[in-house]
């Protein structure tokens, strides 16, 4: 007697929740910092979030991709990338808080970072800066040229219009 198995099927949507609104253009790292301020000012702990864009940079979404503690949040390449496939994106922007008030990026959010620069490599998803945000500063690892192997990438943000061909901390130096 042959045996019938049940397998489940799942579908994967992309959900809407109610709009982020921002009033400013992101051009550059400090337009993307202070959207990002005000989203998460009111956290009391870390949330790790990413901005889905356009090949010409325009804003798709934002997708929170992590909510942690007040000093860390669990980030997988798995979870960041998840909204910037379904959502169609060619770059994103990741971006998180620090509830102590000090930007500084902690050498897990260096790794992480250019742990997701070469899965978004790999997967043909540019990864074209980092924000850390605490209060009313930021920490942009694109101005700050961290990790430049991976965002360096001038003459292709230039030839697609992108924000952050130059910032202007990188044009004074």
């Keep these: 007697m042959e045996r019938t198995h049940k ?30 301020q005000d989203f998460l000012k009111d956290c009391d702990r870390e949330m790790f979030c990413i901005l889905n864009l356009r090949t010409k940079s325009q804003v798709i979404n934002v997708n929170v991709v992590g ?18 496939i379904l959502s169609n994106a060619s770059n994103i922007i990741l971006a998180h808080n620090h509830p102590s008030g000090d930007p500084e990026p902690s050498r897990h959010d260096i ?22 945000v ?19 990438m001038e003459e292709v943000a230039a030839e697609q219009s992108l924000p952050y061909a130059k910032s202007e901390k990188e044009k004074a130096r």
């Design 67 to 84: 909510m942690g503690t007040l000093n860390s949040v669990l980030v997988h390449p798995r979870e960041v990338f998840k909204s910037a």
């Design 111 to 132: 790794e992480v970072t250019k742990r997701l620069a070469e899965a978004g490599n790999l997967m043909g998803i540019e990864v074209l800066d980092h924000i850390v």
């Design 7 to 36: 397998i489940d099927v799942v579908s994967i949507r992309l959900v809407e929740e109610p709009p982020l609104y921002s009033s400013k253009k992101l051009k550059n790292p400090c337009d993307v910092a202070e959207l990002f």
């Design 134 to 152: 605490a209060e009313n500063r930021y920490f942009s690892f694109r101005e700050e040229n961290i990790l430049p192997e991976y965002f360096q």
